[in-house]
């Protein structure tokens, strides 16, 4: 594992949640109806790992343009991350520079705001435009990593 992810892991402790490993070396938590993937990613060539956090909003939304026009409206408030379409899933994702090098305080602010946001954010977008939230796969297949898996 590598050091940006042990300190993720021993932040989450020290926050008392609970976390699932998935298979590509990350960790999967579920926040009321949302669902967030953490992982380091490292650029090529580039010396630093980062953190990404994603969360998995609504799955098979259909797109069109009110859509992503209303998402786009909601990026420009948010604190931390942006809404995107990705394999037919509205997304929230927000990355960490310098995995390394993150503190405590700074991986909770972002983490919390980014859940709080994807949680509020599910039901209004599944009741508007269609689709499913994280929380119903979940329930549905009884395993966090296989909503993010879809």
């Known amino acids: 594992m590598s050091i940006s992810m042990q300190k993720v892991q021993r932040f989450c402790r020290e926050l008392e949640l609970e976390l699932t490993a998935d298979s590509d070396g990350g960790f999967l938590f579920q926040y009321d109806s949302a669902l967030l993937h953490i992982q380091a990613q490292q650029p090529e060539g580039s010396p630093e790992e980062f953190i990404q956090i994603t969360c998995l ?3 098979a939304v259909p797109a069109s343009a009110e859509l992503c026009a209303e998402l786009l409206e909601h ?3 948010l ?3 942006a ?3 990705l394999n037919g899933n509205i997304i929230l ?3 960490l520079l310098g995995g390394e090098h993150i503190d405590i305080d ?7 705001a980014m859940a709080i946001a994807a949680d509020r954010f599910d039901d209004m977008i599944v009741k508007r435009y269609g689709g499913r939230r994280a929380i119903d796969l979940i329930k ?3 395993r966090l990593d296989f909503a993010w898996a879809l």
């Open 57 to 59: 909003v609504a799955h």
């Open 75 to 77: 990026n420009a408030g």
């Open 79 to 81: 604190p931390f991350g």
């Open 83 to 85: 809404f995107a379409l």
């Open 93 to 95: 994702r927000q990355t």
């Open 106 to 112: 700074e991986f909770r602010i972002t983490f919390f």
């Open 140 to 142: 549905e297949h009884g």
